[in-house]
């Protein structure tokens, strides 16, 4: 595993190492063999599978790999993590192998609609904006935790006037912030300082090292966070806003049922299960493998 999360010391060396090791602008393939090797094909997902993709052999699939413990990268650079190992076990489903394209999170749904990726799995949360582009298989509840250095009393419910660190375009900044910072004005208090950051771990280390007063993550991606941070951050209040995590397909594509196909058989085999408790986040997991949700309900 890359280096993670800088505590003290804080060398200089050691958060331009941080930093440094972050690149999710470099395409990477790999075919990881965690899920894959124990997960057997479903003939009834793989008779789902649009023509062309059945005969190439092959999913792509997209991904920052900067969002740990749900998708980041190893020491050669590969890309890992529970969501990745769910995406190993759809490909295995669906009689497939994986080649991840490692992107920038805001560039993957148009990768997808432009034709160079199939899949996004990136944490993608389900919503009403983004179901405009793209299908939505989801797999996953997640709630919003922030996390602040320990022994402090940050509120997310009475945030006015904090410096929040977040990963760029993640519904923490692109929603729930915006929508905390609008009242804290309407209120006449002092407004919200968003710190965006490139990758999670570039967002936490802001925490770490006093830039910020606080992150806001997903929920599984905070606790893991602070389980990296050597005893210097904790959770700053109990998780909130619940939603769904989807896989991304091109809207209206095949590829859309046989996707849920796939993990609904990896739910009922129980490989879903199995995935999410060596993960430790299987309080997020779902019986029922659905589309949009965000618009079916």
């Known amino acids: 595993m890359r280096a993670r999360y800088v505590i003290p010391a804080f060398a200089a060396a050691a958060v331009l190492l941080l930093t440094g090791c972050v690149d999710n602008s470099t395409p990477t393939a790999t075919t990881s063999p965690d899920a894959a090797s124990t997960i057997e094909a479903d003939p009834a997902a793989v008779a789902l599978l649009p023509a062309d993709i059945a005969s190439a052999g092959v999913l792509v699939v997209g991904t920052d790999a900067a969002y740990p413990p749900n998708e980041f990268k190893d020491e050669?650079?590969?890309?890992?993590?529970?969501?990745?190992?769910?995406?190993?076990?759809?490909?295995?489903?669906?009689?497939?192998?994986?080649?991840?394209k490692i992107a920038s999170f805001d560039t993957i749904i148009p990768s997808i609609t432009g034709g160079t990726v199939d899949i996004g799995e990136s944490s993608f949360t389900d919503n009403l904006e983004r179901e405009k582009q793209v299908d939505f298989v989801n797999y996953y509840n997640a709630g919003i935790l922030w996390a602040a250095p320990v022994g402090s009393t940050v509120d997310p419910d009475n945030a006015c006037g904090l410096t929040v660190a977040v990963q760029d375009n993640t519904v923490e900044e692109t929603d729930e912030l915006p929508a905390k910072n609008a009242a804290c004005v309407a209120a006449g208090k002092e407004p919200i300082d968003v710190?965006?950051?490139?990758?999670?771990?570039?967002?936490?280390?802001?925490v770490v090292l006093?830039?910020?007063?606080?992150?806001?993550?997903d929920s599984p991606v905070t606790l893991y966070a602070i389980s990296k941070a050597d005893g210097e951050l904790q959770p700053a209040g109990e998780s909130f806003d619940?939603?769904?995590y989807g896989i991304t397909v091109d809207k209206g594509s095949e590829l859309t049922a046989a996707v849920q196909a796939a993990l609904q058989s990896m739910v009922d085999d129980g490989s879903y299960g199995k995935i999410l408790d060596a993960w430790g986040v299987t309080d997020g997991g779902i019986d029922t493998i659905t589309i949009n949700v965000a618009a079916n309900g």
């Not at 006093?210 to 993550?217: E, P, V, Y």
Request: aromatic share 6%; charged share 15%.
């Open 195 to 206: 710190l965006p950051y490139g990758s999670q771990d570039e967002a936490t280390n802001a």
């Open 210 to 217: 006093g830039k910020a007063d606080a992150l806001s993550a």
């Open 76 to 100: 050669s650079g590969a890309p890992i993590g529970w969501g990745i190992e769910l995406a190993n076990g759809i490909a295995a489903k669906l009689g497939l192998t994986t080649k991840y």
């Open 242 to 244: 619940t939603a769904p």
